[in-house]
Each structure stands twice: as structure tokens, then as C-alpha cells.
């Protein structure tokens, strides 16, 4: 006879976040029917994480209420009441030093009906505590939970569904129910009251003015104020006194409208309101109806949970997504935050300003339509005079770059093939030079070191883009005290063909052998460093002095470079599209390019190839990335334009971080930032806009729990087992997808029973609804130092994407691991049939199509078809692809249309099957 099967024990569980309560310095969440404990210190860090398993077994957390009793000589234990649905327990909380204890104190209690608020009240005894409990169905129920018995229970004259309800007051006798009732209405009425001849108490007072449901209510005694959240988008707030004496006049005092869905919850502070709801919003309001803060960072449609700390200086909130942040509430995050005109046209007028750059937080360049050059110090507020040249009017190219030193050097382009090199602090000393006998289009700085080590000079690169795509590399050498020195020609190279041919940003490697270059058509390419060899007869080997007129005017005319000499060892063709490459920087081993059309990309250089190996969109809406910032720590701030605003967008927590509505990025525009200052300056209507923002250094946003999706899972898979290091824990990875057009890479550590996020991948252009491995080690087997694996997508509009997984010990994170994401194909069957011939004989793939279910399928060793990848469609047919290996591809091999619908789920596929197909096809 068998034994019966173990039951199956939960060992985590990540869903929406329904409850929160600050208990002290202990937050304490409610996740379905787990609790789950956070200790902060002070600023708000995580210290200690624990969870506690089913207190209400298959009812979800709503509420959590602590008994606020002055008789309790311990500071370090409370009692708790978690309740949710109809399920209600009590508990008492203690920590210590090391540990947190949970004592029961009930069983678990079920109603016959919804909790939707609960309330302490002192019993009988002057010890004793009761509870009140406001129900679904507009009564209150009086409950002993030491003998969980129901007392007593009374009923409202008003039958009918609430939404929401509030209870006020500490003695049975002085009980006031306030219910948002399915009629758009508050209904006050007092438990302890007479019954009529039905047994119901009547309605003292109803307060209407909501245009649908009341989701919440909030009532703070010291300011006689009633709060109310409403379906309408709205939060009111009614001046109604003390709720607990004779009813008095109820005055509408304020009407706010901020959020874009619906409000789920509102809580009254001493100075602040705050409101949470359906899209993802926490506002802080003031007692006028300004919004003071809004915090955005949770992902997807909820913010389902909202409490305050104790000190109201923290805000923490819980979303759907699973995640729980933490907040400051005290004051502005940013300080002395502005946006301010300079004033410009009331100092020259030597016409208007048409380029500038941000040389640092403290200086800012403005060039005029009339060729003159401007300097503003931020930091005293006053503009100053450098020079003037009527040869640079019109056309205004301008760049600059503070050197190491602290000097600053200037470059400006003309039409005429002109650049003229100057120092900040000697401008009288400019070296002037003619490259091109065309336009110059652009021109870009780049800090290195001279070629020569002997050399103790400053040295710095300078490259100039002109007519035909020749791109001219010079090494601009200065003085000890900034002077420019001298100005040397290292190298000549020419751009691909193509209708906008310049190049938009530059890197060097540190290796120094090459350099990555971003040009106007969207494409990356790989130049070498090194001298050209063979050099024009009677010049020198070693690069050539340009500082005189008679060199510049015949460099000027010598612009005949062959392609081969001067083109790029690798060249990656459009891949940010036709709008351009925006910036190129090197970080850590890698290589990341913005670019106009909404993305970035990470690359890696192997040899003389630029390897991409994924390409991510930031927030939605951000059409225009122009540029990425790490900081010192890391992290990685994102630069971009959505619609007309600039952006500053952080990835790791999923917030606008600064937004200044500046007209869009056509317009000339620079950004500089420190740890404590960020500025933005712009040039719009004739004027140069500043915007400041001094960081409040104490500032700091916890991310206590991270997000995990923002909308519903459609598919989990398991990879294997990795062990962080010799002798140190298992880590399970997991890949999830959702709906949120999103694929999660976890990290799931059983031992702790926590989940770090390794990558998020979010290159689907609509939801991810299957998921498949190659290569992957799914049958439990022996950890691994390092797991790699194939990892194939598919999902809605017919679109189907691979990537290569590599996760290895990085003791530098949190959870002990990183994982390297490989993009390699991406195929959608609109595209195939694109390229089919005869394309009137063929039925147009329908581009919704929906990708149900997708599996691997490997042929024998001896057969030569390869990787074969099936899937199952939304129009009815099994469709079977041919996985090419060593380019990459997609090739559909065929179809069939057996099923009339949509066929939800394929499993398996034989060999034979796969090479019968083939074979027809």
C-alpha cells in the first residue's frame, strides 16, 4: 500500500500587498495570508525581513490594528488584530535584540460576513479589551475574541452594501459608525442607539456629494475633519466636528482631483493628506488642496496599501506588483527646486541665444546667432563677456569640457569648414583652423591622456565631423595653466554612406586600441586608434601640427581618403533606428548607446566586433533617451524627453525623478549633476531657462520588498540550481512573464525564503504569454557554479524573441549573483511574410496573432535539422520553426491549421513528426 503524499507546504508566496501598518519602528505587511515583519532603522534602511505564514490561513490580510493601551509596561510588545474577507485572528508581537516573537492569542475567527473595519474597545473590565467589528451588510458586531463569541450585533436603518466604513470612538456608548454606502453617500449613525420596531438604529446624519462608490474613509478627531475617497477619481474632505457629541452643520471644505484612476484609500495627518489609488499614484496633499508629493515607482495599476510611521516622516506604501516602498514625507524631497528665466536679452544684444552647453553644475555656455560667446555663473548669478566672431553667426556649433585640471576649453564650427579652439580663461588666444571646405557638423570632446608618457601636458581629443563623412581626430594639447598649446591631426576616418553622415557621440576603450562612435543614421561603429601608417609625403609619422594658416588651408582641400583607409573595423547598421544615435559611454566592462528612437543598448567589444547583448526601453512614453548617468554607488539614471518634458527616469526604482516641461529635446539644451545638485538649462523663446534642484541629503528611498510584475503572470518556468559560492547557499532561478510585456529573471533563495530580481527584459511590444528553455537543467540535478541557457519568448502580435542566460557568482549584489542577458533574435511573422514572393497567392499572416504555448524540440545527434521550436497560435494552427544557430534566425518550416480556434497548449513533438513536416513544406 502507498503512503499518502506529503501535503505540500508554501515556502513563499509574492502577491499583491493589501495591508500595511507601522508598529513602532516595525512595518508590517499583510500578503494574502502572510505576514510579513520589517525592521527600519533610522532612515529608513532594511534591517531584518521575516515572514510568517498563514495567520489567516485562505483569507487574504486587508487590515491590521494595534491595541494603542496605556496600561502596557513593555515597549518592545503589542497586540495585534489582522483581519480580512471574514476571517479575523489577534496576536501579540514582541521583538528583542536578535529576534521577533508572534504569541496567538485567538484561534483564527470567521464572520458571516466582510470585515471592513475593525476598532478596539475597552470591555467591561478595566483591563479588558473587546472588539468592534463594521460588516458588509452596514452592521456592527461586538466580539470577545479571548472566547471568539459575537456579544452583540445591531443593524442600520439604511439596508444596504458598504463599500467602506470607519469607526470612531473607545467605549460601546460613544461608538460611531461612519459608511460610504453603494448609494454615493456617508451614513453616521451611533451602534448604541434605540431600535426602532425592525431592531435597526437610524440614520443620524448622511453627507452626499460623491459621484460613485466611497472606497475609503479617514476621521481625525483634532481637526473635526471627515475624509472620503470616491470612484470619481475624487477625495473630499466634510468638517463634521466630533462625531461623538450631537450632529452639527457638515461643510464640504475641500475637493481635490489629481489621480488618473480611481482612489482606493485617504489618510488625515496633522498637516498632509494622502491618497493612493488605481494608477499607482501616492499624492500628498495640504490642507489648501496643493499637491505637495507625489510618489511614483510601484509598477502596473494599484497602489493597494498606504501607511504612515509614527514620526509622519515616512509614507510606506504596497502595491499590486508586490513591491513595498518607503518613502519621506517630511518636507520637499528636492530643495530649492526651480525653473527660472536668466534674463538674457536684458545683457546683450548681440542677438539671440541659439546653442549652450553645461560646462559644470556651476557654468553654463551661450552662443548668440551673432557669433558671441557668453559664460553665466550659476553660482553668483552673473553673466559675463568672452568673445565675438561674426564668422561663427548663423550657425551655432558649440561644445566645450572641463579638463581635469579645472580649466575649460571651447570649440566652435562654422559653415565654412572653420573651428576655432580656445581656453575659458584666454580666450584672446584662440587657435582658429579650416578642416573642411564644406560645413562642419559636429564637433565632440573626449578626455585622454597623450600618446607620449613623457609628456606631463594635459591632453584632450577633439573630433570634427565634415562634408562626405570624413571624420578628423584631433589632440589638443595645453599649457600647465590651460592654455592651448597646440593642435595635432592623429587620424582621418570616413563614415559609412548614408544621407545624414556625421557622427553624434564618442568613447574611447579603456584599452585604448579603440574607440565607439554614434553616428545621425542610428548606427554604432568601431574605429581603431592607432596612426595610419602611410602618410601624405612630407608630413609627419607621428601626427601633424595644424596650428598654422597655410597647413589648415591645404589640410582643408586634402579630404580625399579612401574608404578602406578610414572606415570602421565594425559596423552595427541603424540600430537605434533612423533618428540617431543620442550618447555612447563606457561602464564596467561594457558599452551602452542611447538613441532617439526610445531605447538603450548594452554592448560588449570581443576582439574587433561590438557584441550587443540587449537592447531595453525605459518608461513609457519615453520616446527620446538622450543619454545615461551612473553613479558613484551604480546605480543608473536615464536622460530622455517625453513629449515635451525632460525626464530624469530612474530604473531601480521606477520613478520620474525630475520632470521639467522644456518644449522637447530639439531644442539646445545641456544637463550636469553631483551627488547634491542637478541643472538643466535650455534655451526657449529668445531666453536661457535654468532649472535647480539641491537634493535634500538625507533623503533616501527604501525599496523594501522589490516589485515583480504589473499585471498578471502568464507563464513561470525554473532554470536550476546555482551555488553562490564554495559552501554558501542554493539559489533557485526562476523566469516569469506577464502581461506587463515584461520577462523576470529570479533569484529564489529557499533557506531565507526571499527573491531578489537578477534582470528584467522587456523587449516584447505587447504581453509575454509563453515561455521555453533550451539547454536548462529542469530535473532538479546538481548545482552549478554557472548556468547558461537558451531562453525563448513568445506572446501577442505574432512576435517570438531568444536571448542567451549566463548567471554567475558577483558577491557585489544582494543576492550573490548577476545574470548576463544575450539578445539574440528577434522574428515576428508579419516580417517573413514580407519577404515571401508571390505574395497574392498567400493569405497575410493576421499581426494579432497570439502565441499560446511554445516548446523546444531537439532532433538526434545524427540528424542535421537542429533546434526546432513549436508553437501553438490564437488562429488555430501549430506552427514549427527552425532555430539557425550560427546566424542566429527564425525560419518558419511550417504550418498547420488542424484546429478551427485557438489552440491553448503544445506539449510534445516527435522527431518523425518534425522531419514529416519538413519534408511536405
Not at 484561534?107 to 458571516?112: F, K
Not at 481625525?220 to 474632505?237: E, N, W
Request: glycine share 8%; proline share 4%; hydrophobic share 40%.
Amino acid at each position: 500500500m502507498e503512503s499518502p503524499l506529503a501535503k505540500p507546504e508554501s515556502l513563499l508566496l509574492l502577491g499583491p500587498v493589501t495591508a500595511l501598518e507601522c508598529v513602532g519602528d516595525r512595518v508590517l505587511a499583510g500578503e494574502g495570508p502572510n505576514l510579513l515583519i520589517y525592521c527600519l532603522e533610522t532612515g529608513g534602511q532594511l534591517v531584518v525581513t521575516q515572514v510568517v505564514p498563514s495567520v489567516l490561513c485562505h483569507y487574504y490580510i486587508h487590515g491590521i490594528r494595534e491595541l494603542h493601551s496605556p496600561a502596557s509596561t513593555q515597549a518592545s510588545e503589542t497586540t495585534l488584530a489582522v483581519f480580512g474577507s471574514k476571517g479575523l485572528r489577534v496576536l501579540t508581537l514582541s521583538w528583542g535584540e536578535k529576534a521577533v516573537k508572534l504569541t496567538w492569542i485567538s484561534q483564527l475567527c470567521e464572520l458571516h460576513d466582510w470585515i471592513w473595519d475593525l476598532h478596539w474597545l475597552q470591555g467591561p473590565g478595566e483591563a479588558s479589551c473587546v472588539l468592534a467589528l463594521a460588516l458588509g451588510h452596514n452592521s456592527v458586531v461586538l466580539y470577545d475574541h479571548i472566547h471568539q463569541q459575537a456579544l452583540k450585533e445591531v443593524y442600520c436603518d439604511e439596508v444596504c452594501i458598504i463599500y467602506s466604513a470607519c469607526l470612531v470612538g473607545k467605549h460601546w456608548q460613544e461608538l460611531v459608525l461612519v459608511a460610504g454606502t453603494v448609494f454615493n453617500q456617508l451614513v453616521i449613525w451611533h451602534p448604541a442607539d434605540d431600535t426602532n420596531e425592525q431592531r435597526r438604529v437610524k440614520v443620524e446624519r448622511r453627507i452626499s456629494g460623491h459621484n460613485g462608490v466611497i472606497f475609503s474613509i479617514c476621521y481625525l478627531q483634532s481637526k473635526g475633519l471627515l475624509a472620503s475617497a470616491s470612484d470619481d477619481r475624487s477625495i473630499r474632505v466634510w468638517r463634521v466636528g466630533d462625531l461623538r457629541v450631537p450632529p452639527s452643520l457638515v461643510q464640504c471644505v475641500l475637493v481635490c482631483y489629481g489621480h488618473q484612476s480611481r482612489v482606493w484609500s485617504i489618510q488625515l495627518l496633522d498637516n498632509y493628506i494622502i491618497s493612493i489609488g488605481e494608477d499607482s499614484a501616492c499624492i500628498v496633499w495640504n490642507y489648501v488642496g496643493e499637491i505637495v508629493q507625489t510618489f511614483k515607482g510601484h509598477k502596473g495599476r494599484s497602489i493597494r496599501a498606504v501607511a504612515v510611521h509614527k514620526t509622519q516622516t515616512w509614507v510606506v506604501t504596497g502595491g499590486a506588483d508586490s513591491g513595498i516602498r518607503l518613502w519621506p514625507l517630511k518636507g520637499n524631497r528636492l530643495l530649492g527646486n526651480s525653473l527660472v528665466p536668466l534674463g538674457f536679452g536684458s545683457v546683450t544684444k548681440k542677438g539671440s541665444p541659439k546653442a549652450l552647453t553645461l560646462v559644470s553644475p556651476t557654468w553654463l555656455l551661450v552662443m548668440t546667432d551673432m557669433g558671441a560667446i557668453y559664460l553665466y555663473d550659476l553660482t553668483v548669478k552673473e553673466w559675463k563677456f568672452i568673445l565675438d566672431d561674426i564668422n561663427y553667426q548663423s550657425y551655432n556649433l558649440l561644445n566645450a569640457v572641463q579638463l581635469p585640471g579645472g580649466s575649460v576649453v571651447c570649440a566652435l564650427g562654422n559653415l565654412e569648414g572653420h573651428i576655432k579652439i580656445f581656453s575659458l580663461h584666454y580666450p584672446q588666444e584662440a587657435k582658429e583652423l579650416k578642416l573642411y571646405k564644406g560645413k562642419v557638423h559636429n564637433l565632440s570632446w573626449v578626455t585622454r591622456q597623450p600618446q607620449d608618457p613623457e609628456r606631463n601636458d594635459l591632453c584632450c581629443a577633439l573630433f570634427a565631423s565634415g562634408p562626405e563623412g570624413v571624420l578628423l581626430w584631433l589632440d589638443v594639447l595645453f599649457c600647465p595653466f590651460g592654455r592651448v598649446d597646440k593642435v595635432v591631426e592623429q587620424r582621418r576616418y570616413v563614415l559609412p554612406l548614408c544621407k545624414q553622415r556625421w557622427h553624434t557621440c564618442l568613447t574611447f576603450l579603456p584599452q585604448g586600441d579603440f574607440f565607439v562612435c554614434g553616428d545621425r543614421r542610428g548606427s554604432l561603429l568601431l574605429f581603431p586608434c592607432e596612426v595610419t601608417t602611410a602618410e601624405p609625403e612630407g608630413e609627419e609619422t607621428e601626427g601633424r601640427k595644424i596650428g598654422s594658416s597655410a597647413d589648415s588651408e591645404d589640410q582643408g582641400s586634402d579630404c580625399s581618403l579612401t574608404p578602406e583607409e578610414g572606415s570602421p573595423v565594425d559596423l552595427l547598421f541603424g540600430i537605434h533606428g533612423k533618428q540617431g544615435v543620442t550618447s555612447v559611454i563606457y561602464h564596467r566592462g561594457y558599452v551602452y548607446s542611447t538613441g532617439r528612437d526610445g531605447s538603450f543598448q548594452q554592448l560588449c567589444v570581443q576582439g574587433q566586433r561590438l557584441q550587443p547583448l540587449w537592447k531595453q526601453k525605459p518608461c513609457k512614453g519615453m520616446d527620446w533617451v538622450a543619454g545615461l548617468s551612473f553613479a558613484p554607488d551604480g546605480n543608473l539614471l536615464i536622460l530622455g524627453f517625453h513629449s515635451t518634458d525632460f525626464v530624469v527616469w530612474s530604473p531601480k526604482t521606477h520613478e520620474k525623478l525630475h520632470k521639467i516641461p522644456c518644449g522637447g529635446g530639439h531644442r539646445s539644451w545641456g544637463y550636469a549633476r553631483t551627488p547634491a545638485t542637478m541643472v538643466f538649462a535650455y534655451i526657449k523663446a529668445g531666453d536661457v531657462m535654468v532649472y535647480q534642484a539641491l537634493e535634500e541629503s538625507n533623503y533616501c528611498q527604501a525599496v523594501l520588498k522589490e516589485s515583480l510584475h504589473g499585471r498578471e503572470l502568464t507563464c513561470v518556468r525554473y532554470v536550476g540550481t546555482v551555488k553562490t559560492q564554495e559552501g554558501g547557499s542554493l539559489v533557485d532561478i526562476l523566469i516569469t512573464s506577464s502581461e506587463d510585456t515584461t520577462v523576470n529573471i529570479l533569484a529564489f533563495v529557499a533557506a531565507s525564503s526571499t527573491v531578489f530580481l537578477l534582470a528584467t527584459i522587456n523587449n516584447h511590444i505587447s504581453s509575454v504569454r509563453a515561455l521555453a528553455l533550451c539547454g536548462a537543467d529542469t530535473s532538479g540535478g546538481e548545482p552549478q557554479a554557472r548556468l547558461g541557457t537558451l531562453l525563448f519568448s513568445a506572446g501577442s502580435r505574432a512576435e517570438m524573441q531568444c536571448y542567451q542566460l549566463l548567471v554567475t557568482p558577483d558577491l557585489s549584489t544582494q543576492a550573490g549573483l548577476s545574470c548576463q542577458v544575450t539578445h539574440l533574435i528577434s522574428h515576428r511573422l508579419d516580417e517573413h511574410w514580407d519577404r515571401q514572393k508571390n505574395k497574392h497567392k498567400f493569405i497575410k499572416m493576421d499581426p494579432e496573432t497570439r502565441y499560446m504555448s511554445i516548446v523546444v524540440v531537439t532532433t538526434p545527434q545524427q540528424s542535421s535539422l537542429g533546434l526546432v521550436l513549436a508553437a501553438a497560435c490564437s488562429d488555430g494552427s501549430i506552427r514549427l520553426f527552425l532555430v539557425d544557430e550560427l546566424a542566429w534566425k527564425l525560419q518558419l518550416l511550417g504550418e498547420s491549421f488542424y484546429h478551427q480556434r485557438c489552440v491553448l497548449k503544445v506539449q510534445t513533438l516527435t522527431c518523425e513528426t518534425v522531419m514529416g513536416k519538413r519534408g511536405r513544406n
